[in-house]
């Protein structure tokens, strides 16, 4: 589902037929401002020249715009990610303390970093040896088990777990070694 939160606006004078990459960002910008949504980093100019977009900081949608006045600024709710009302937000404290939310892919990367380590120590605190508590199914099934009522589609993200868990048994075992 995709809401409008404003139009872009010609740059200089008026009637001018054409918008600057760098007015369209701002007033897109504004205009997100405006509608209670904080941005990311927009995509790089050299990927479209005639269509901007930029991720929420959320990372639940992408609010884009044409490059052209009176073009329509979106926001375009990301499939994988859009939250069910029923459901809560899943959320853990990382090392430092704070409370971290897990709403899209790049948090669950993250939520995967904080707890491989604990689910290697937990294998190990319920008898397993170290290279059994480095058992990468076991690992995953681990994190998805603490992942019980995330908002996320985890069979969507299944690769992406696993992915990161290997990535970090790798680093790991390079670090140790």
């Known amino acids: 589902m995709n809401k409008v939160i404003g139009q872009l606006e010609e740059s ?6 054409y918008v ?3 007015d ?3 007033q ?3 205009a997100a401002k405006a509608a209670g949504i904080e941005l990311g ?3 790089s100019r050299s990927v479209s020249r005639k269509v901007l977009a930029c991720p929420t900081k959320a990372g639940s949608a992408t609010v884009t715009a044409e490059r052209k006045p009176g073009a329509d600024i979106q926001v375009v709710m990301n499939s994988s990610t859009s939250v069910d009302a029923t459901t809560k937000p899943f959320t853990y404290l990382a090392a430092d303390g704070t409370e971290m939310t897990v ?7 993250s939520f995967i970093e904080h ?3 604990s689910a290697i120590q937990n294998a190990i605190d319920n008898g397993a040896s170290e290279d059994e508590a480095r058992n990468t199914d076991d690992i995953v099934a681990h994190i998805i088990d603490q992942l019980d009522g995330c908002d996320l589609d985890l069979n969507e993200h299944s690769e992406l777990i696993m ?5 970090i048994l790798l680093r790991n075992k390079e670090v140790t070694a």
């Open 115 to 117: 707890e491989t380590p």
């Open 20 to 22: 600057t990459w760098k």
């Open 41 to 43: 980093t927009f995509r």
């Open 24 to 26: 369209a960002k701002q």
């Open 103 to 109: 709403t899209n892919a790049g948090e669950l990367m």
């Open 163 to 167: 992915n990161t868990v290997n990535a």
């Open 12 to 17: 200089h004078a008026p009637g001018s037929g």
């Open 28 to 30: 897109m910008r504004d």
